[in-house]
């Protein structure tokens, strides 16, 4: 059939416009690079705003945009921590820091290294074994084992699986599986990596230029071992230069990917598992490129290069030889791949290469080839790029408000005096970020900067109102400056602080402004302090990210609102019982992602509603404040992704009461238990209420 005329274009620009269908273009390409790299850049600035001394990096098709929404990729986020300096020369030592000596003898396999530990006092070697996690090999050097990060990684992370060097949060509904890994960094390019910089391939890819870029990159190592010595081996990581690869390929390569992807997942893993993994395809396309003229990877001969793409795993599996792209040595299909399952493997793929794109036709993720159809047939099918755009945008500003709330917690138990000077660090650090720096790191510190300010400003008017004094223009300064962090949560902390000094009007005033630029169709929630099945984002939310970046933060999304204790005094005294809502048994039952349990926590369109109910109460407009709960009541009702549904069920319980309506209030207490049944302040409000009805009585 390849020999039709016309049909390889023909199926080639079919499949490009699919692909284009469903996210794989360059503008979202981009888009997805540029939210993953923020992301990277909030966690990494947020670790130095603690003063540790470590960087987080993204890797993986999410980062590289080489993913749809169908194939689910997983996150990889790599930690690296910068107080160890991993060597391959001497005169790399760094007097007072933990310094190790990369190994790489005929003892050790290729693409891996032994790690020496080394004095930090003078450059040289250690001489004592001070626990388990070292060792004293046969010649007396003292050498670390990989098993300390594993050690690190399964405390911090409860509930992981261990995958080689990662370990990974899985099986949470509605979210992608998380491989979470531990790194060393070593500043000079791995030794074994050298040939790789000065061959030249037919394709002339990677660039000179490129390679030049990378040599600088460096390396990491990674807590995974070879079969051969699974407990003293680290793994040599060059997880930077292949980001850097993949950011150089063009459309037609990527398409190419996520092709061969979509091929292994639909009918090599079903069968075989992970024999085939994503890293692998990843390699072998790095291959194909290098060993390909340039001007095959055009949109019109995708078929042609997918042929390619797949003819060279077909070979390494049948030679049973994939080596890494930079360390050759390295052969990432060795025992990968049993002597039942090779000729079978083997006859998929030729088969999938035999069919001349037929196959596709029979891949499902994303609708694939009922999309393949549709084009062949003239036929339109729908785009995804908004809802893509959508989530982003959502993970960007989700990211950005747990980042938040990991430092928040940090001072929860904080006094004034103890808080004020550390948001302040917090403050002066992010500024002086934006000040010195560009790009991603300058447009990540105003971002997150803001809502630190409103904080401040907020447990400012806290103090005073403690002291019977009021609201100081400092707090009233600090909260301006982070008004706009998004549509509603800084606002409603302006309106809670006027709402806690009893003054109405203002408060009112505050609420009219957040309700006015609320747009119900658009606004979208956004929680991320505890597991939440997500259902889909508002079409005009995901229209309006399909048309802009992290600037559409502040329009359209609405943060939960968050109080430390400290703040207490900007709370009202409904809202006030979240901060005591568990007992000493309860706090058994938390897990490590709760920390936020110690604060006052409320999402923002619940509690707009909730403080229009309390304000028209107070200004006796009764026509209003029964319009404010029946909006309170059809948003728990209504609202998918409202996170925090049980606080939210616990403010409208003590509106009833209010209302006098205590059967009713008792239902609300009891759904919020449903939602929630530990840590729930629901149990405080049943005991006050039944109390009350008894004593009534």
């Keep these: 059939m390849f020999q039709q005329p016309g049909y390889i274009e023909n199926v080639s620009l079919r499949l490009s416009e699919v692909l284009a269908d469903i996210g794989v273009d360059e ?16 966690y990494t600035i947020s670790h130095q705003l603690l003063d540790e001394n470590s960087s987080v990096y993204c890797f993986g098709s999410q980062c590289e945009g080489s993913t749809t929404l169908g194939l689910k990729s997983d996150l990889d986020q790599l930690l690296c921590h910068n107080n160890v300096n991993v060597i391959q020369d001497w005169a790399d030592w760094e007097p007072g820091v933990c310094n190790f000596l990369m190994i790489q003898d005929e003892t050790v396999s290729p693409g891996y290294c032994l790690l020496q530990c080394l004095r930090d006092d003078a450059p040289l070697p250690y ?42 949060q899985q099986g949470q509904p509605g979210f992608n599986d998380i491989d979470n890994v531990g790194a060393f960094p070593c500043k000079s390019w791995p030794l074994q990596g050298r040939q790789w910089l000065d061959q030249q391939d037919v394709g002339q890819w990677p660039s000179d230029h490129m390679k030049r870029y990378c040599s600088n990159t460096g390396c990491f190592v990674v807590a995974v071992g070879s079969k051969e010595n699974e407990e003293l081996e680290w793994r040599i990581s060059t997880s930077l230069v292949e980001r850097c690869l993949m950011f150089n390929l063009n459309i037609t390569q990527i398409r190419c990917y996520v092709l061969m992807k979509m091929i292994l997942k639909t009918f090599i893993k079903p069968h075989f598992g992970d024999t085939i993994s994503s890293f692998m395809c990843k390699t072998v396309l790095f291959h194909c490129i290098a060993n390909t003229h340039s001007y095959v990877w055009r949109e019109n001969n995708l078929l042609v290069c997918l042929s390619l793409g797949l003819f060279v795993p077909y070979n390494s599996i049948l030679n049973e030889n994939c080596p890494h792209f930079i360390i050759p040595g390295n052969n990432l299909m060795s025992g990968h791949i049993s002597q039942e399952s090779k000729p079978y493997i083997l006859e998929i793929l030729l088969d999938v290469i035999n069919s001349e794109g037929r196959a596709l036709l029979e891949i499902k993720y994303d609708d694939f080839g009922a999309r393949i159809q549709l084009k062949l047939n003239n036929l339109l099918s729908f785009k995804t790029s908004d809802i893509i755009s959508g989530q982003l945008l959502h993970a960007t500003a989700g990211r950005s408000s747990t980042v ?27 500024i002086i970020t934006s000040k010195q720096c560009q790009g991603l790191d300058k447009t990540v510190s105003n971002l997150l900067v803001q809502q630190f300010c409103t904080t401040l400003g907020s447990i400012l008017t806290s103090l005073n109102i403690q002291q019977y004094n009021p609201i100081p223009a400092e707090a009233l300064t600090w909260i301006s400056l ?32 957040i309700e006015a630029n609320y747009d119900l169709n658009i606004v979208e929630p956004v929680c991320l302090c505890h597991e939440l099945v997500r259902n889909h984002s ?23 609102v ?50 229009q ?45 209010q209302e006098d309506r205590a059967v009713d209030a008792l239902h609300c207490y009891l759904l919020s238990l449903n939602v929630r049944e ?5 149990k405080i409000h049943i005991c006050r209420l039944l109390s009350n009805m008894i004593s009534n009585q």
């Design 404 to 430: 938040i709330t990991g430092c928040l917690t940090l001072i929860t138990n904080s006094n004034y005096e103890g808080a004020i000077p550390i948001l302040l660090k917090y403050i002066f650090k992010l």
């Design 482 to 513: 982070g008004l706009n962090t998004d549509v509603a949560s800084s606002k409603l902390k302006l309106a809670s602080m006027f709402y806690c000094i009893g003054d109405a009007q203002r408060t009112e005033i505050v609420l009219r402004d």
């Design 678 to 682: 530990r840590n729930n302040a629901a």
């Design 27 to 42: 503008r979202i390409v981009l888009k997805r690079r540029r939210a993953w790299l923020m992301i990277e850049t909030m």
């Design 127 to 168: 001489n004592v074994v001070p626990d388990p996690h070292h060792f004293r090999d046969r010649t007396g050097r003292i050498l670390l084992k990989n098993t300390i990060m594993s050690a690190v990684a399964a405390k911090c992370l409860k509930g992981g699986v261990r995958h080689g060097p990662a370990y990974a």
């Design 562 to 611: 968050k109080f430390l204790p400290c703040e207490i005094n900007c709370v009202p005294h409904e809202l006030r019982y979240e901060i005591f809502r568990s007992t000493q048994e309860d706090i058994a039952f938390r897990g490590e992602d709760d920390k936020w349990m110690e604060l006052a926590v409320v999402e923002s369109l619940p509690y707009l509603y909730f403080l």
């Design 613 to 657: 109910y309390k304000t028209y109460s107070c200004l006796e407009r009764q026509e209003e404040k029964q319009r404010a709960l029946c909006n309170l009541v059809r948003t728990i009702d209504q609202e998918q992704n409202l996170g925090h549904r049980e606080t939210a069920l616990n403010l409208l319980g003590q509106c009833m009461e």
């Design 538 to 560: 508002r079409r005009g939310f995901n229209a309006i990210c399909d048309n802009h970046n992290e600037e559409a933060i502040q329009y359209i999304t609405a943060f939960c």
